[in-house]
């Protein structure tokens, strides 16, 4: 027994598999964009804290973007 599609039904099949495409496609492009970090930040402490509080956190926050 042999099942086959009709000429509507392999249009339709490329039609969804285009479509479904495109949606997996946007949908990682919006994700990338909610989980990407973008700007300048700008901090102004006294060195000493920056030295002491702030310099291990912001290697953190180093790594931590770059593995997104």
Do not use: H, W
């Amino acid at each position: 027994m042999q099942i086959q599609l009709t000429a509507q039904g392999k249009e339709y099949l490329r039609y969804s598999e285009r479509l479904i495409d495109e949606m997996t496609y946007t949908e990682s492009r919006l994700k990338g964009e909610l989980t990407t970090v973008k700007g300048e930040l700008k901090l102004s402490v006294p060195s000493t804290m920056a030295t002491k509080l702030l310099a291990n956190q912001l290697v953190n926050l180093c790594l931590f973007t770059q593995s997104l």
